[in-house]
């Protein structure tokens, strides 16, 4: 073990099996499974809260359960097309049978989040509902998805940082404890990581989530978009910071660029994670301001 480092859990990626299938559940699938649970009986309970939204409820409780079933396609669809065309879109021109090989893992957020925006544009133009309000009862759930997606990521492993001499450097196992060249975090040819998915699941989890929660409880969501908003500043700067301490992925990584930047401005340079980060940030500015321009739900103008 190197000193003050920590050692991977032993946590089999696999939640279960299923018996006489021989089927593996892993923790991955179950926390997209939990995630949209959760966010769905929370969206149920906001639609039966209209107090809430300095009123009338946006959409009745019972149509949230359809509403669903638009979003899990949006989640699906989006989440991989992106990781397609943003994070290996060379490999699957070559290979595009891959592409609808989803349980070989490759899914992305910005894709995912693409999606579900386009599925709820979508299913509350189809309904004739209010789009800003039904977009900021999503927003508000979407960091529980978030945090259960990043602590899978760490019991896979997969998406570990940077090597790091901190104390709460992980050892994760085979690829990443291999790897560090010499780096911060390499004692004895082993290699300590920041956990990188662990700060990405509480700031974007935790800490935007109860940001975001705090704000309802002062009449956010009597202001359509501005949860909306919150949420895309809250997610971009999250991502785009902890992106400093992730190793980039592989597929960007060449011996003239170790770091595995996309756009270059001498020696520094913008991931892919943040380069997409960086338009969320700005559109979730419009939305703030757009929103706090207009009188609360339910006050005179």
């Not at 509350?124 to 529980?144: E, N, Q, T």
């Not at 705090?214 to 700067?237: D, E, K, N």
Request: charged share 10%; proline share 7%; hydrophobic share 50%.
């Amino acid at each position: 073990m190197l000193p003050l480092a920590i050692d991977f859990p032993q946590i089999d990626p696999n939640a279960f099996v299923i018996p006489g299938l021989n089927l593996p559940i892993r923790w991955y699938a179950l926390a997209y499974i939990a995630g949209l649970l959760a966010g769905w009986q929370i969206i149920v309970a906001l639609m039966k809260a209209p107090r809430l939204w300095g009123g009338q409820a946006p959409m009745p409780a019972k149509q949230v359960e359809d509403l669903l079933t638009w979003v899990i396609v949006g989640v699906i669809l989006g989440g991989r097309l992106g990781f397609v065309l943003f994070y290996d879109f060379g490999w699957y021109l070559a290979h595009p049978l891959e592409i609808f090989m989803v349980w070989k893992g490759g899914m992305a957020f910005h894709g995912g989040f693409l999606g579900v925006v386009v599925a709820v544009w979508l299913y509350c133009r189809r309904h004739g509902l209010a789009v800003w309000s039904i977009g900021d009862a999503a927003a508000l759930v979407a960091p529980i998805g978030l945090l259960l997606g990043r602590i899978a990521n760490f019991i896979k492993p997969e998406l570990w940082g940077h090597p790091t001499d901190m104390p709460w450097g992980v050892i994760f196992p085979g690829e990443a404890a291999q790897t560090c060249l010499g780096l911060a975090g390499q004692v004895d040819g082993m290699c300590a990581r920041h956990p990188s998915q662990l700060y990405e699941g509480g700031l974007e989890g935790i800490v935007l989530g109860i940001l975001l929660w705090i704000l309802v409880s002062r009449g956010l969501l009597r202001r359509p978009g501005g949860a909306c908003g919150i949420f895309l500043i809250g997610y971009g700067c999250s991502r785009a910071f902890v992106e400093l301490f992730r190793q980039a992925d592989p597929q960007f990584v060449t011996p003239t660029d170790p770091m595995g930047y996309v756009v270059q401005f001498g020696q520094y340079g913008l991931s892919m994670g943040q380069l997409l980060s960086l338009p969320m940030i700005a559109i979730g500015i419009v939305l703030v301001l757009r929103a706090l321009r207009r009188p609360k739900v339910g006050t005179a103008a």
